[in-house]
């Protein structure tokens, strides 16, 4: 099995900024995918930025030029930087892992709060 444990979320103004943190353990995987995911109330779970190994990051359209996803598949970790939040991106996040099995995992989720 693989674990995921997420950290990083809060509460922060308009305007500010967040670095939310992902670290997988377990053993017997091998990671293709490492990304975040986001769900408001009432609304369904949508990619925010995936990176896949060998390839760019892809980014939702809603917060490409305002977030950047890093990952390090040595350390199986990921992380994505959140700049000039808006209330729009009020959400709980979920790191998520895909593996050359085909498996999906996914973390607690974080909740990030953007209020003034």
């Known amino acids: 099995q693989v674990q995921l444990v997420e950290s990083g979320g809060g509460l922060v103004e308009p305007g500010g900024s967040l670095r939310l943190s992902c670290a997988a353990s377990?053993?017997?995987?091998?990671?293709?995918?490492m990304g975040w995911y986001r769900q408001a109330p009432g609304k369904e779970r949508d990619v925010v930025a995936s990176?896949?190994?060998?390839?760019?990051?892809h980014y939702a359209d809603s917060v490409k030029g305002r977030f950047t996803i890093s990952s390090d598949n040595a350390k199986n970790t990921v992380s994505l930087q959140m700049n000039s939040l808006k209330a729009e991106d009020t959400a709980v996040y979920y790191c998520n892992l895909r593996d050359i099995y085909s498996r999906s995992f996914w973390g607690q989720g974080t909740q990030v709060t953007v209020s003034s």
């Open positions: 377990g053993s017997r995987f091998s990671i293709v995918t």
């Open positions: 990176s896949t190994v060998g390839s760019t990051a």
